[in-house]
């Protein structure tokens, strides 16, 4: 993100994550998966324009890795960060419902405050490599380039 880490907005995106880990209701919907363990990568675009979400999902031996991109927010603040997160992350298990075949999603239960000192988080800093030109007028990532990003080798989810 123009060369800073967007550390506020991937501690909302964990806390939302958390938080849906932690509830009765998102665990009973995710049973139905049948997989016990489901890994988000985020990969969060700041100088790209952002035109069209990416997702890559696939089966790794007994769990689901899900790899999306996101637009980084414009702000910092945790009152605006946490409901921009929230989206984020439900729109993520909705591709991820829609893709493995499982039922609505769970109502996003209520959420504790962000805590002031959220710890730091692992950001990975890579470069991507356009595949044909630049990055900037593509305006998206490829799923190629997704795939890159996080190695993955497995195939997708049909």
Not at 5 to 32: F, I, N
Request: aromatic share 6%.
């Amino acid at each position: 993100m123009d060369g800073r880490s967007p550390q506020a907005y991937m501690a909302a995106l964990q806390h939302v994550v958390v938080t849906l880990d932690g509830d009765p209701e998102w665990l009973r919907w995710w049973s139905a998966s049948g997989v016990p363990e489901c890994e988000l990568g985020i990969v969060a675009e700041g100088h790209l324009d952002h035109l069209r979400p990416s997702a890559d999902i696939r089966k790794v031996h007994d769990r689901v890795r899900a790899n999306f991109t996101c637009a980084a927010p414009d702000t910092d603040r945790p009152a605006e960060l946490v409901p921009l997160a929230v989206h984020e992350v439900t729109g993520m298990f909705e591709v991820i419902r829609e893709a493995m075949g499982l039922g609505a999603l769970p109502p996003v239960p209520p959420l504790p405050d962000l805590p002031d000192q959220a710890r730091e988080l692992e950001v990975t800093h890579k470069a991507l490599t356009p595949e044909a030109g630049e990055v900037e007028p593509q305006g998206y990532l490829t799923l190629t380039q997704i795939q890159e990003f996080f190695g993955d080798e497995a195939p997708p989810i049909r």
